[in-house]
């Protein structure tokens, strides 16, 4: 079975803090993405990466920076954290970029921003 | 791009009936459909892939896919409170990169 685990589950942050929320995964899977979730939205695609040291914009990646250091870790961060930035974010790894492949998810981190 | 609306926003059941999950996309662009269920505080479990017109059953999670009418629903069969989840519909695009668009999610509630 797929294994994504993410740290924090939750973390409050102050505006203009930075934070950083951690990704590992044991499938083996070159693929990596960073989603987040808000009351009403589906999942929105913040960053991917699909080889260690290098990442990909997702569709809204303003105000986000990734980091892929290794094939297993995949990080996000969020170097001047705002209000809006308030949200569920998930973690997930595929073995493809491919339309047939399955993405696993990891169990999210709640991030509130005061 | 591709959108994704789900219906109902919610739902409540009782516990033995159908529940039925509704998903509509915007154009016929998408190779592939996913269900997914998330529980409070949990991940995304995928229940059920589609890749072509028809249905297709896993265990009690059956999906239809319609791409004329621009549709796939999920039929959860004898629903269960431990059924009680989100469920999320999930369309790949094809940009020059494959990747996935999700709807809002459904809330299911299923009562004993």
């Known amino acids: 079975e797929a294994a994504v685990t993410q740290s924090p589950r939750s973390k409050v942050a102050v505006t203009g803090g930075k934070v950083t929320l951690s990704c590992h995964q044991t499938?083996?899977?070159?693929?990596m993405y960073w989603y987040r979730q808000d009351t009403g939205h589906g999942l929105r695609l913040i960053h991917y990466?699909?080889?260690?040291?290098?990442?990909e914009k997702g569709d809204i990646p303003d105000g986000y920076k990734a980091s892929r250091p290794s094939q297993e870790n995949f990080s996000l961060i969020l170097e001047l954290a705002s209000l809006s930035q308030t949200a569920v974010y998930f973690c997930?790894?595929?073995?493809?970029?491919?339309?047939?492949?399955?993405?696993?998810f990891g169990s999210g981190t709640r991030l509130t921003v005061l | 791009q591709q959108k994704v609306q789900q219906s109902p926003e919610s739902l409540t059941v009782s516990e033995g009936a159908m529940a039925s999950l509704n998903c509509t996309f915007s154009?016929?662009?998408?190779?592939?459909f996913r269900w997914y269920r998330q529980h409070s505080a949990k991940g995304l479990e995928v229940l059920v892939s589609?890749?072509?017109?028809g249905e297709k059953e896993e265990g009690r999670f059956t999906a239809h896919l319609n791409r004329a009418n621009l549709h796939v629903s999920l039929h959860i069969r004898e629903p269960q409170p431990s059924d009680s989840a989100v469920y999320l519909c999930a369309a790949s695009v094809n940009t020059g990169n494959y990747k996935y668009v999700f709807g809002a999610g459904t809330r299911l509630k299923v009562i004993a």
């Open positions: 589609i890749f072509s017109d």
């Open positions: 997930a790894s595929s073995d493809k970029w491919s339309s047939a492949e399955t993405l696993y």
């Open positions: 154009d016929g662009t998408s190779n592939n």
């Open positions: 990466s699909y080889v260690a040291d290098s990442t």
């Open positions: 499938n083996n899977h070159d693929y």
